[in-house]
């Protein structure tokens, strides 16, 4: 089955810079990537995705970046603010028959201001 | 539109009793999924529903675990006999085709449940 790792596990940036999550996965079937938000005591919510056959995909202060080859995807935060603190969950999915999805373990982002 | 609900929102429970969580998709969603999140863990997938088709429930923890699905929308899973370490929070998502080959989850609010 697949098998998604995520790092850094923890990240913490002064207000202003920048974040990068990364993320691999196993299954060369993945063919799309969604990233979630999950802030304190709610419910994880996507804000980025991308889908096997593009390699880059931004909206706004985020992007996200593919790399098939290597099976490593990215999450890119750029002009952090404190509300942008929050775990980010990657995920892999494939569509085989259903579409199966394997999250990564998270990653605790804290902006301080 | 309305979003995934569940309910209750938190569930207070002693050992050894059973208890039923359950999650309302969103309308017209036929894929249904049943997380657990650990205090401070990723997400655990527990069970998929799609439809029609038999479910997918490689992820249930043990046979104290079970979920059904009446007519394709509301969900209803059921822990016998819990135990402490089943305390988390249990997170429904659904989704639908988009015709792209991909589905997006939108998530419920959680149920977080408490074993004494």
């Known amino acids: 089955g697949e098998n998604v790792e995520q790092h850094p596990s923890t990240l913490s940036v002064q207000e202003g810079d920048s974040a990068v999550i990364k993320c691999t996965y196993s299954d060369s079937a993945s063919n799309y990537f969604p990233w979630y938000k999950q802030e304190l005591g709610k419910r994880p919510q996507l804000i980025i995705d991308i889908r096997s056959n593009v390699g880059e995909k931004k909206d706004q202060r985020i992007a996200v970046t593919l790399n098939k080859t290597a099976k490593h995807f990215s999450l890119h935060i750029t002009e952090t603010q404190p509300e942008d603190s929050a775990v980010y969950f990657c995920?892999?999915?494939?569509?085989?028959?259903?579409?199966?999805?394997?999250f990564g373990t998270g990653t605790k982002l804290q902006v301080i201001p | 539109g309305a979003g995934v609900s569940q309910s209750p929102s938190n569930k207070v429970t002693e050992k050894g009793k059973d208890v039923e969580l359950r999650c309302d998709p969103i309308s017209g969603h036929t894929a249904l999924y049943w997380y657990r999140q650990s205090l401070g863990q990723g997400l655990e997938f527990l069970i998929y529903?799609?439809?029609?088709?038999?479910?997918?429930k490689s992820g249930l923890p043990s046979d104290r675990f079970s979920a059904e699905r009446t007519g394709g929308s509301v969900s209803t899973l059921t822990i016998q006999r819990t135990q402490q370490e089943d305390s988390a929070v249990y997170l429904c998502?659904?989704?639908?085709?988009?015709?792209?080959?991909?589905?997006?989850?939108?998530f419920g609010p959680g149920t977080r449940l408490l074993v004494l």
């Open positions: 995920a892999a999915c494939s569509s085989g028959g259903y579409q199966k999805v394997t």
């Open positions: 529903f799609q439809g029609n088709s038999a479910p997918d």
């Open positions: 998502a659904s989704s639908s085709p988009s015709g792209t080959g991909v589905e997006t989850q939108y």
